[in-house]
């Protein structure tokens, strides 16, 4: 059965805002419908989108437009961060029904040190009161949540857009879907992008152009990510012997899977199953063979807020 990256939000307290602290090692390229803000608290983030690949160091803050494919990967023992993501539908009007997409990702680019050490205070203020759910909480977080999508708006590029433009930027977005639940369906067998394209009605130009141009990556460099990435899942479980479970995960030669474990991890199989990266690794959640994380509980996030993990001097 595919699996959906398309993230679905579950707004379980307050409607249209999300907010949760994540230790990722990596998350593969996945979209939702919100508008993401990504606070990096500790460690190295790298952030894929959009044929780029950003690098974000302790203090930094990321925004992703909503309906974008992007990827996270932590650099040597994984980077924690904190999450906001936010329906900004809830801000139109009928008088402004278009979409606002941003221009510019990185706020710090466009905000001084003083606005941007405000934009923090008033993101831990709201994540705080989001995990304490004192009374009338909502109000005060629906406010904050606005003030700083107000603020970074009127600070950074932006634009509207047309009807027309988010028809096809959707398009784009939906066929790049489809071609993310196609590798799972299909990835621990033989597959090609040209059974795909044939599936789209497109050519192999077009898709092997937009793939490169949307994942920074070409379609075989993904098939192979991913299979590495359920290779890393069925290490860390236990699942039997390397040779079988280089098999299971689409490989069809035991060297070139080792090859390819030791260019992506610096190991090989059999030393990654004996290494400490992999008992730290099963400290993490396989939430799916797309990501390696580790999402703190409310409980948990209120224990690190109160620890100093999140230093409003940042």
Not at 93 to 118: G, H, W
Request: contains cysteine; glycine residues 6%; proline residues 3%.
């Amino acid at each position: 059965m595919a699996r959906r990256e398309i993230e679905i939000i579950r707004y379980d307290r307050i409607q249209g805002l999300n907010m949760f602290m994540d230790t990722v090692d990596y998350r593969t390229p996945h979209q939702h419908d919100e508008l993401e803000l990504i606070w990096n608290l500790s460690g190295t983030l790298h952030v894929g989108s959009m044929g780029e690949r950003i690098v974000l160091q302790p203090g930094s803050i990321i925004l992703i437009n909503q309906e974008v494919i992007h990827e996270f990967q932590g650099g040597e023992g994984g980077a924690t961060f904190l999450c906001m993501q936010l329906d900004i539908s809830r801000f139109r009007s009928e008088k402004t029904p278009r979409q606002i997409l941003f221009d510019a990702s990185l706020p710090e680019k466009y905000l001084s040190e003083e606005e941007m050490a405000r934009i923090r205070q008033d993101i831990l203020s709201l994540f705080q009161a989001y995990l304490e759910e004192a009374a009338d909480y909502e109000i005060y977080c629906s406010s904050m949540a606005g003030l700083i999508f107000y603020r970074l708006l009127r600070a950074m590029p932006h634009h509207e857009e047309s009807l027309q433009e988010a028809g096809e930027r959707i398009q784009r977005s939906q066929r790049m879907q489809r071609l993310l639940d196609y590798v799972d369906q299909g990835y621990m067998h033989k597959i090609r992008l040209s059974d795909f394209a044939a599936l789209e009605g497109r050519s192999m130009g077009y898709l092997s152009h937009q793939i490169r141009e949307t994942l920074n990556q070409s379609f075989q460099e993904y098939v192979t990510s991913v299979r590495l990435n359920a290779a890393c899942q069925m290490i860390h479980e236990d699942r039997g012997k390397l040779l079988d479970i280089c098999y299971a995960c689409g490989f069809s030669d035991y060297r070139y899977f080792v090859k390819a474990f030791r260019q992506r991890f610096s190991m090989t199989p059999e030393e990654y199953r004996n290494s400490p990266q992999a008992g730290r690794d099963r400290s993490r959640n396989h939430r799916s063979l797309h990501s390696l994380e580790h999402i703190y509980s409310p409980r948990e996030s209120l224990s690190l807020l109160e620890s100093g993990m999140v230093p409003t001097a940042l």
